[in-house]
C-alpha cells in the first residue's frame, strides 16, 4: 500500500529523498548480488488492494484495454465504470533466484522504508518523513541517506534463505 502523505512540506520532502533513495537501493542491490550467490532481475508489476478478487481485477484489465478503442460515449461510461473499481498502482520488484528458490522484493516498499519513520506496507496510515535524512539547508544528508539505505539491503539479504 503506497504511503499517504497528509501534507504539501512532507510531499516536497518526500520528492527529495525517493529518487536518491530508489537510486542507492537499486545500486546496493547490485553490490550484494556482486558478492552472493543470487541472480536477481527487476520487474514491472500491479500492485492491487489486498481485498481485490481475481474477477475484479480480470474486469479492471479488461475495461482498461476496451478504453483504449473506445468512443468518445463508451470511454465515458467506461471511465465511469472504472471509477468504481480498485485501481492498481505501479510497483517495481527485485526477483532474486537461488537453484530452485525464488523471493520478491518490492522496491518501492524498501524506498519508503528509507524515507518514511516506522512505514509498515500492509497498514494506511499516514506518514512522517525521515527528516534526519535532510540536512540543515534542506538538501538531501547523503551520508545518512546511503547508511539507511545500506542497512535496509543488508538487512534483504541477510534475510535469505541459506
Known amino acids: 500500500m503506497p504511503p499517504r502523505i497528509i501534507n504539501s512540506v512532507a510531499w516536497e520532502q518526500a520528492e527529495l529523498l525517493m529518487q536518491p533513495a530508489f537510486i542507492r ?3 546496493n542491490i547490485r553490490k550484494q548480488l556482486d558478492a552472493s550467490a543470487w541472480t536477481g532481475t527487476y520487474k514491472d508489476v500491479l500492485i492491487w488492494p489486498t481485498s481485490t478478487s481475481d474477477e475484479t481485477k ?6 482498461t484495454q476496451e ?20 485501481t492498481p498502482h505501479p510497483g517495481y520488484h527485485l526477483c532474486l533466484q537461488r537453484q530452485e528458490q525464488q523471493i520478491h522484493v518490492d522496491l518501492w516498499e524498501l524506498c519508503y522504508q528509507v524515507c518514511f519513520l516506522d512505514y509498515t506496507p500492509e497498514v494506511d496510515n499516514a506518514v512522517d518523513i525521515d527528516t534526519s535524512l535532510i540536512d540543515e539547508t534542506g538538501d538531501v544528508d547523503w551520508q ?16 535469505l534463505p541459506e
Request: aromatic share 2%; hydrophobic share 50%.
Open 144 to 159: 545518512k541517506l546511503d547508511n539507511k539505505v545500506r542497512g535496509l539491503v543488508d538487512e534483504v539479504f541477510a534475510k
Open 58 to 63: 480480470a474486469m479492471v484489465m479488461r475495461l
Open 67 to 86: 478504453l483504449e478503442a473506445a468512443t468518445p460515449e463508451q470511454a465515458a461510461q467506461i471511465r465511469e465504470t472504472l471509477a468504481q473499481l480498485p
Open 25 to 27: 537501493v537499486v545500486d
